[in-house]
């Protein structure tokens, strides 16, 4: 059956009010699945989804809508229902939630929760944004180190639903302090009256609630782990944060990197969608204007040599072949440098090391294409010595662009600045700088042999 016909059917039986049938075919899907379903619903019977669905089932598709649903939820199904659904939502995510409401809402949401969930969200609230704190969740399994496998296992069979991840239980003594993790494997693999202290991991990788959330995701992503355990200054479990949030946590930081990289300015770290014309234009603005400035420079370079340019014109026909790639092969010198410094890999190699490779790489690039540039112009005006100067010019200009775009990252960083502010845009005006002085200079000084 295709997907729009199986909706159909789903929207038929809400329609008639059948709810077993309805039960029978939604909860068939994906959970991402019936989101669109539940997305495409009118008002009236979306509010109606409180009679079909019960709080737990009905949290699961929670969480995965986007603010926007979540926000429409919020509005217009009844608060005894939206309590219960809260309490079958990761913290984590029921934090998430709440951050992004305005002050009388989330005050409005606070109060609606329960008792035993309120304490445990006010607590993630009160954690530093984008920190480990902010974004684990409290709900995990918690087992001592005298209790046998089969202890674990009947815990799990009894508190198991409300956990985060089932695939890591971690040991505590009686302060609550971390001292090993068991996997899911180990335990079944294991007799059921087996010590925990015999089969747990004692070399256990946690990190600090103050540690910041891209520490975090490199740390989760270098060890390959499911969860990553969240403690205090004293060793106490605070919490997990798990790999899915890890991957939302990479997606942000790669947005916010990608408008740095692109030079948008984002004074706000706020979601593109539903921006308005004058939001877009604040982001953008500051860099351009800068870049104005910046490209003043180059305009009166050219000026500088407009007697160079005068008397040979053939010069300005490959101006733009010059400064095009410079402006390219320095880009992509910035973009591996970026991802150096972000996955922390410039510490397996000197600078001067790293910069060498650089320099090599831009030199061999170079003669490549100073040879190619070098026959067409040749080809083109019959003037070998016009041709040795676009093809020095070009070779010189492709060397010093690479090492121009993996040095300023690395100064960026040295100095406390996010390496991805380096823009395509401000390393492109660097280098095309750079390129017009060494283009100009070579033909002014070679110009009476043309």
Not at 82 to 110: C, G, H, M, T
Not at 336 to 354: A, G, I, P, W, Y
Request: with cysteine; aromatic share 8%.
């Amino acid at each position: 059956m295709e997907k729009q016909t199986y909706y159909d059917s789903i929207y038929r039986t809400i329609k008639k009010g059948e709810r077993q049938e309805f039960r029978d075919l939604f909860l068939k899907l994906h959970e991402r699945d019936q989101v669109d379903v539940f997305h495409l619903l009118y008002p009236d019977k979306k509010v109606k989804i409180t009679e079909f669905l019960m709080p737990s089932e009905f949290a699961l598709l929670f969480e995965e809508m986007d603010f926007d649903d979540q926000l429409a939820a919020f509005h217009y199904l009844p608060a005894p229902y939206l309590q219960n659904v809260f309490s079958y939502i990761a913290d984590d995510d029921v934090v998430q939630f709440i951050s992004e409401l305005d002050p009388e809402k989330r005050r409005e949401a606070l109060e609606m929760m329960k008792p035993k969930d309120l304490s445990a969200i006010e607590s993630l609230l009160k954690q530093e944004l984008e920190t480990a704190g902010a974004i684990m969740t409290t709900e995990l399994i918690r087992v001592s180190t005298e209790d046998t496998a089969d202890d674990v296992i009947t815990d799990m069979r009894r508190i198991g639903a409300q956990a985060e991840t089932i695939y890591y239980i971690y040991v505590v003594n009686q302060e609550n302090q971390l001292t090993g993790v068991l996997s899911l494997r180990d335990l079944l693999l294991s007799p059921g009256d087996t010590k925990v202290e015999e089969i747990m991991n004692t070399q256990t990788v946690s990190v600090s609630q103050k540690t910041d959330q891209e520490e975090v995701a490199r740390i989760i992503q270098e060890y390959d782990l499911l969860a990553l355990p969240v403690i205090n200054d004293e060793n106490k479990l605070l919490g997990i944060v798990t790999v899915d949030d890890v991957i939302d946590i990479i997606q942000d930081e790669m947005t916010k990197d990608f408008h740095r990289f692109s030079g948008i300015t984002t004074l706000e770290e706020e979601s593109t969608e539903g921006e308005t014309i004058l939001q877009m234009t604040r982001k953008r603005l500051p860099w351009i204007i800068i870049l104005i400035f910046l490209g003043l420079i180059s305009a009166n370079l050219i000026s500088a040599f407009e007697d160079t340019l005068a008397q040979v014109v053939a010069l300005a026909a490959f101006m733009p072949i010059i400064l095009d790639s410079a402006g390219n092969v320095g880009t992509q010198s910035l973009a591996v440098s970026v991802r150096r410094l972000t996955l922390n890999e410039e510490q397996e190699e000197s600078f001067l090391k790293m910069l060498g490779k650089e320099f090599g790489s831009g030199v061999l690039i170079g003669l490549a294409a100073s040879i190619v540039i070098g026959i067409l112009s040749y080809f083109l005006y019959s003037n070998l010595i016009l041709s040795l100067i676009i093809g020095t010019s070009l070779l010189a200009t492709l060397s010093v662009s690479t090492v121009i775009g993996a040095v300023v990252p690395s100064i960026f960083d040295k100095v406390g600045i996010d390496p991805a502010v380096a823009s395509g845009p401000f390393i492109t005006t660097i280098n095309d700088t750079c390129a017009l002085v060494i283009y100009f200079s070579l033909a002014t000084y070679l110009i009476h042999h043309l």
